[in-house]
């Protein structure tokens, strides 16, 4: 074959490499603290960020803190909300305890009585739409102080038929919420507008981070699932964030479909409190989990933001 044409074939062969490592790059969205009924309140009783997910027709999947329905005085509207969201067509429906008690500090039968509290009206809504109700994800993904903790709370589920629910990326969404939503309240709409922006690069900024990480562990693409919580940032900005998922070539799938990754399987190495992504979980060695950890980008700027407004 003549040297140009071997060029070409080259470049030919390569274009349908990448092509194909990007059709195998994807992602599912999963969203904590739903309902928010401080919000529908305030939205005139609007499902807000539902409505955002219905106009971008992908799925998604949500973890309930039945509290919220009793949070203010519209328990009925607040009722007829969580339905809403169950009875979604793309909708995965989970736990988050009745509460969003933390595991580590309340301990063991507390949370099971939180667990169990917080799937009557779930489960009660799910059935009538032959839906599943089996992912628990932790308040503040704390699965325990220690590893006696881990061990009782998995056996426990284990007997209940409850899976645990991981995600592998996450972008303190909540942070940025507060400042957002600060700046919001008091009318500063352009530094509102400024927070916003910031999030969704950043959260971009974290998927290219997770994305390195992960192949340079697993040699390939894996499914990853992002957390992020029913909030006004989430319901004003989620479809930029897709949108950026997209334009590096991530595919929005199921939660389901991501579990279907092997990755899923393995052996959970973290026995401490702190939530942080299942990929630094799976990692046997603490030393290279903190290396890690010391890579990812730098958040210090929205802490800081958040921090100072706290202190004043």
């Known amino acids: 074959m003549p040297f140009k044409f071997k060029i070409i074939a080259f470049c030919v062969i390569s274009l349908i490499n990448?092509?194909?490592?990007?059709?195998?790059?994807?992602?599912?969205?999963?969203?904590?603290?739903?309902?928010n009924t401080s919000?529908?309140?305030?939205?005139?009783?609007?499902?807000?960020?539902?409505?955002?997910?219905?106009?971008?027709?992908?799925?998604?999947?949500?973890?309930?803190?039945?509290?919220?329905?009793?949070?203010?005085?519209?328990?009925?509207?607040?009722?007829?909300?969580?339905?809403?969201?169950i009875e979604n067509d793309q909708s995965i429906v989970g736990n988050h305890s009745y509460s969003h008690s933390r595991y580590s500090e309340v301990g063991f039968d507390n949370f099971i009585n939180d667990?169990?509290?917080?799937?009557?009206?779930?489960?009660k809504y799910a059935s009538l739409y032959d839906k599943n109700h089996k992912y628990l994800r932790f308040p503040y993904n704390d699965l325990g102080q220690d590893s006696t903790q881990h061990l009782q709370i998995r056996t426990f589920l284990e007997s209940r038929n409850y899976l645990i629910a991981p995600f592998t990326i996450e972008s303190s969404d909540w942070m940025f919420n507060y400042v957002y939503e600060y700046y919001l309240n008091k009318?500063?709409?352009?530094?509102?507008?400024?927070?916003g922006k910031q999030y969704v690069e950043k959260t971009i900024e974290l998927v290219k981070f997770y994305e390195v990480l992960s192949e340079s562990i697993y040699?390939?693409?894996i499914n990853h699932i992002y957390l992020c919580h029913d909030n006004s940032i989430n319901a004003d900005y989620l479809t930029q964030i897709v949108e950026g998922f997209e334009k590096v070539n991530y595919k929005i799938v199921s939660f389901k479909e991501s579990l279907k990754d092997?990755?899923?399987q393995q052996k959970d190495f973290y026995y401490q409190k702190w939530g942080i992504s299942w990929l630094y979980?799976?990692?046997?060695?603490?030393k290279e989990r903190y290396a890690w950890m010391g890579q990812a980008p730098d958040l210090s700027d929205i802490e800081?933001?958040?921090?100072?407004i706290l202190i004043n």
């Open 39 to 85: 919000k529908y309140e305030k939205d005139n009783f609007s499902a807000t960020l539902l409505n955002v997910l219905d106009s971008l027709k992908i799925p998604f999947t949500i973890f309930i803190n039945e509290s919220k329905i009793t949070k203010n005085s519209f328990e009925a509207a607040n009722k007829k909300l969580l339905k809403k969201w």
């Open 187 to 195: 009318k500063e709409y352009k530094k509102a507008t400024a927070i």
């Open 18 to 35: 990448t092509s194909v490592s990007a059709q195998q790059k994807s992602i599912s969205i999963t969203i904590d603290d739903v309902p």
């Open 304 to 308: 800081n933001t958040y921090n100072n």
């Open 219 to 221: 040699n390939r693409p």
């Open 115 to 123: 667990i169990e509290q917080g799937e009557i009206l779930t489960k």
């Open 262 to 264: 092997p990755i899923y």
């Open 281 to 286: 979980r799976w990692m046997r060695s603490s």
